[in-house]
């Protein structure tokens, strides 16, 4: 059996507890910017009952509730906080898998009684940390993550052979994992509209679909390696200062390469996306022969991506880097130039390591400040 | 999750007060503490803020995040019902104010 633990309203939870005077009311956590001009990051459930959801402009969540309370987000808390939930489940000795930042999967073997650990389990986060998780428990993780959604929040829900038509009658196909988007719609323009429409016609969906996989750090097979490395930030306000909008792909491109090289990797592709009120979503990327973990090359990169778009001058809100096609590096620079650059990237990266993350920095994300 | 893999403080994510003077949001003030540590676990007891003492009544909560090679211990604290965030920073042995939480 597979138990789903779905911490409830992860980032809202933890700033309650931090700040008891917010328990029990509508609260979101947004961006470190102003509180009028970013995005619900996560949302209490005081807040969702009133109709505000993650991904919310904070605009239209003060428009519905202007007595809302607003924290910025500290990702340190949340991150540590999940870390910590992970070492807390790993006492239980049972093959772990690491979902999400607020969900975790634990394996069981038939012998024991998956609703008492489920039980024991909430009881363990609540007692630790003073906030909540919903437990969803069945056979396959797909029917166990379905299942920690139906009773949140602090809900513990069985999946078995006695209550699965009856629960998957219940529920929308859009509810199920991988189904919210375009594929839910599609099939649910066929006429599928609940889990149990999409069950009478592909019966082996739910015992088939995403094997368990253990993240817990026994098993040579546990890790498994990034496909790609993102990341993207949405400007405080729509920006049209194309120096400005240099220094942020700047930022995410010596972001995403400090990880490629903390993991050993180099990526040949690179991906820029970028969001206006004028160009909607836009995205394009490359491939090139020479992979590369060097933050200015890939942002080199995503500026010839961005003169060949012919993007004139539009205001940008939002901007997102990727790099994909990972690989372990093969190439040794020859040349005494590309030595030093090497040279320079390794020293950089030590003095980034010891006294923290850009302390030293390009020159020109100055003006991301 | 690996926090190493991507510091939140990285400055150019950092929150920037937008006025300068007092502001409660970021004061990261230098404080004096006096502390049990129990277990491996730091307890405050008390801080010292401007020549004037604060008993800790309650720690509402407490989390870790390295940066570079310290590690920094956060703690919401409340004092006279009023709630403050201090740090400690195991690299500086330096305990600080950091902001006072509305």
Known sequence: MIIHIDMDAFFASIEQAINPRLIGKPLVVGSRGSKMHTVVCAASYAAKRLGIHSGMSSRDAFKICPNLEFVRADQSKYIWTSSQIFKLLENFNLPLNYASIDEFQLDLPDSQNPVSLGKEIKQQIYSNFKITASVGIAKTWLLAKLASKIDKPDGLTLINDDNFKEILSKTALNK??????????????????????????????FDNCGKFRETSGNSDEAIQKPKSMSHSYTLPMAQINPQVIFAWIRVLSEMVSGRLRQDNLVSATVHLWLNGPQIGNFGAQKTYLEATSDGYQIYLRTLKIMEKSRLKSPRIRAIGVTCSSLSQPSYNPLFSEEIRREEL?????????KFGESTIFPAITILTR | MNQNSFSPKARWDRFEPDKAGFNPDALNERINVLAYFEHAKIFPKSFNWHDKEYTIEKITYNWQERVGQALINYFSVICAGQLYQISFDNFTFRWQLDKIIQ
């Open chain 1, 345 to 353: 990237i390794k020293a950089l990266d030590r003095i980034n390591g």
């Open chain 1, 176 to 205: 199920l994992c991988g189904m919210g988007g375009k594929n839910g719609q599609i099939l649910m323009d066929q006429g599928l509209k609940t889990c149990w429409d999409l069950y009478l016609k592909l019966p082996g969906f």
